[in-house]
């Protein structure tokens, strides 16, 4: 079988940079945190969040280069019914900083934050 190469902006790449996210959550938690429950959230209409920690962390996983609103609608709807979360997005975008109350993460920056218990 041959795979092809996976190129950035491309649906492949976002599904492989989703599933690194996950696989380092999944090895952080289960190495440290086992007692944390990792899934995710998703309504009827089809609004989802990719990471769910426990009772306290809601996470959106997105490849893209510049973090807009758009990218953040589906942790707003999710803070609605769960207004006691702490709301993060990592991706590509090389500016960590904050919109409203959610938590924009570049990757490098998440990686610390989680490897180095900062994160929960």
């Known amino acids: 079988m041959h795979r092809k190469e996976v190129v950035r902006g491309t649906p492949e790449y976002g599904h492989a940079f989703e599933h690194f996210v996950m696989q380092e959550l999944m090895a952080y938690i289960r190495y440290n945190r086992k007692e944390e429950k990792l899934s995710y959230w998703r309504?009827?209409?089809?609004?989802?969040?990719?990471?769910?920690?426990?009772?306290?962390?809601?996470?959106?996983?997105?490849s893209t280069e510049d973090i807009q609103n758009k990218h953040i609608k589906n942790l707003k709807?999710?803070?609605?019914?769960?207004?006691?979360f702490r709301l993060l997005t990592v991706s590509l975008d090389k500016f960590t900083r904050k919109i409203d109350d959610i938590e924009l993460y570049y990757i490098h920056d998440f990686l610390h934050l989680l490897w180095s218990g900062e994160l929960f």
């Open 43 to 62: 309504t009827n209409t089809g609004l989802e969040v990719d990471a769910i920690v426990g009772d306290r962390l809601a996470i959106e996983i997105k």
């Open 77 to 84: 709807a999710f803070k609605e019914e769960h207004p006691h």
